[in-house]
């Protein structure tokens, strides 16, 4: 079992930044890769961005240049920096593992609100 909990969400004017972090704890040596996902009211959950264990990344193309994946394995925590934040980057942000044995995890969410 792996556990996410998400921290860092709140409310940002158009421009601004944020910075999440995801705390993975259990059984974290099963983890192949973590990503974070968002989902919009009355939009489906769509990928955000992912990294892989070689450390490679991939990025939704509403968020490439403002959004950075990162993943601190000593502290078995993974982060996304937003910069450039728009109103239509609001959502709830879901930090997600998936482990080798093709399982998902995800934390609760955390609210991200990007308005004047």
């Known amino acids: 079992q792996v556990q996410l909990v998400e921290s860092g969400g709140g409310l940002v004017q158009p421009g601004g930044s944020l910075r999440l972090s995801c705390a993975a704890s259990g059984s974290t040596y099963n983890i192949n890769y973590m990503g974070w996902y968002r989902q919009a009211p009355g939009k489906q959950r769509e990928l955000v961005a992912r990294i892989f264990s070689g450390g490679s990344t991939n990025y939704a193309d509403s968020v490439k240049g403002r959004f950075t994946i990162s993943r601190e394995n000593a502290k078995n925590t993974l982060y996304l920096q937003m910069n450039s934040l728009k109103p239509e980057d609001t959502a709830v942000y879901y930090c997600?593992?998936?482990?080798?044995?093709?399982?998902?995890?995800w934390g609760q969410g955390t609210q991200v609100t990007v308005s004047s």
């Open positions: 997600n593992a998936f482990s080798y044995q093709r399982r998902d995890y």
